[in-house]
């Protein structure tokens, strides 16, 4: 029965292989073009997601050899070089950097995805091998999008990583969370999803958490998971909202984008 890291590495592989399509045919005036991310045009984003994947396979690497892991310096080289990069070196270095960390993960055997424990660097602890692919592929998803919306307005998250992001939503909905914009806390409202379907309970009192379905919801938010996982995440627009996403109760959807700023 496949494990929550083999589903997570397939994810990443689909994910890869669709971006990477779009990318290879990008030239320098599509890559300098506004992306989802507020602040940052599609190259940045790519040079973002490709020295995210050098630094993430220095972890396995390190991890793998039983080795120290890479401190803040070496991320700091890391960035410093990509930074100097122009827009189409960010697009070619990106496909080369996240195509050999996909592979090297996909070329783990059985026993070596059940035992290897990677530090992060900015965890108190080392983590499992699903851990660590379920949060590189939060961080890809998401930016995947933010390319492939600069080009298609009606983008998605990719449907095969929206069920895996849910289950780790809630620890990030605590860091990204600003419930102290709203005046009167606390408030619990009913948080029924599709695609796939849950139910749910999001609390915003001083942080924002999921927990079961409410008895006495404030309000409920109700519309697909994956523009759900985009509210959370800063990327819920208007222009890139959903007719099928509605909010009742004492918040509205304006109130929950400035819960969830982004990042």
Do not use: C
């Amino acid at each position: 029965m496949p494990t929550t890291a083999d589903t997570t590495i397939a994810a990443l592989r689909s994910g890869h292989d669709e971006l990477a399509a779009l990318v290879r045919d990008l030239g320098p005036t599509d890559l300098t073009r506004s992306s989802g991310a507020s602040e940052w045009q599609v190259s940045q984003v790519l040079s973002h997601l490709g020295s995210g994947a050098e630094i993430s396979e220095a972890a396995l690497d390190a991890a793998l050899r039983g080795a120290p892991a890479p401190d803040a310096d070496f991320n700091k080289q890391v960035w410093v070089r990509w930074d100097a990069m122009t827009p189409i070196e960010h697009a070619e270095g990106f496909l080369d950097a996240n195509r050999r960390l996909v592979e090297r993960y996909e070329s783990l055997d059985a026993a070596t995805r059940e035992s290897v424990r990677i530090d992060l660097g900015f965890l108190p602890d080392p983590v499992d091998l699903g851990t660590a692919t379920g949060m590189r592929l939060s961080e890809f998803a998401l930016h995947q999008w933010d390319v492939e919306v600069g080009f298609n307005r009606f983008a998605t998250v990719a449907p095969e990583a929206v069920p895996l992001l849910l289950d780790q939503l809630d620890g990030l909905l605590g860091l990204m969370g600003r419930p102290d914009t709203i005046a009167d806390l606390p408030v619990e409202l009913a948080l029924r999803l599709s695609d796939p379907d849950r139910s749910l309970g999001l609390r915003l009192a001083d942080r924002v958490s999921l927990a079961g379905a409410p008895e006495r919801p404030a309000g409920e938010i109700a519309g697909p998971a994956e523009a759900f996982l985009r509210l959370a995440a800063g990327r819920l627009a208007p222009e890139h909202t959903p007719g099928t996403m509605t909010v009742t109760g004492p918040l509205d959807l304006d109130d929950l984008r400035r819960v969830f700023p982004g990042y």
